[in-house]
């Protein structure tokens, strides 16, 4: 076993084997995990918001999904992943406020996922898994030995997807 690396709120890192990667308390944010399943490069990226177009003078990439996800590509293939065989792994994206709602502005976590599955679809990388939506908070580990991708939750069984 690797070291585990943490990685923050509006934070990306990417690894190879044998280190893991995790990231604390996924409310509405995504924490979006991209693996290269040859050369066990994996990255974790933990976004906030989905769109950084509506932002200006953003300095912060991480804290977008569509920045986010581009750079951590780039630092992926820079240990050697192939993009054409990045897959990836998503969690997160909840409903933090218990009534559901049709405002926009409270909806931050459906639109944060879904922010995400457009982007890589855009960029043609499979979707794999995912554990996403809900009104609990998660922390999650990325394996990049295995692949797996583990999901905790106060109160939950862990699960693995």
């Known amino acids: 076993m690797g070291e ?3 990685v923050g709120m509006a934070d990306l890192k990417a690894c190879k084997c044998p ?3 995790t990231t604390l308390g996924l409310g509405s944010c995504v924490g979006v ?3 290269d399943p040859v050369t066990k490069v994996s990255g974790l990226l933990h976004c906030m918001l989905p769109d950084s177009t ?3 003078n953003n300095s912060n990439i991480a804290k977008f999904a569509d920045t986010g996800i581009d750079e951590l590509i780039r630092q992926m293939r820079l240990l050697g992943a192939s993009e054409n065989r990045i897959v990836a792994k998503i969690a997160g994206g909840a409903q933090m406020f218990a009534n559901k709602t049709n405002n926009d502005a409270l909806r931050v976590g459906e639109r944060n996922s ?3 599955r457009n982007k ?3 960029l043609n990388i499979r979707l794999i898994s995912e554990d ?3 009104s609990y908070g998660r922390t999650v580990e990325f394996y990049s030995e295995t692949g797996d991708y583990i999901i905790k939750a106060v109160g939950k069984a862990p699960k693995t997807i």
Do not use: P, S, T, W
């Open 114 to 116: 879904d922010a995400v």
């Open 54 to 56: 509506q932002f200006r």
């Open 120 to 122: 890589l679809k855009n």
């Open 4 to 6: 585990m690396i943490k």
């Open 19 to 21: 280190d893991a990667l």
């Open 33 to 35: 995990a991209l693996y």
């Open 132 to 134: 996403c939506g809900q």
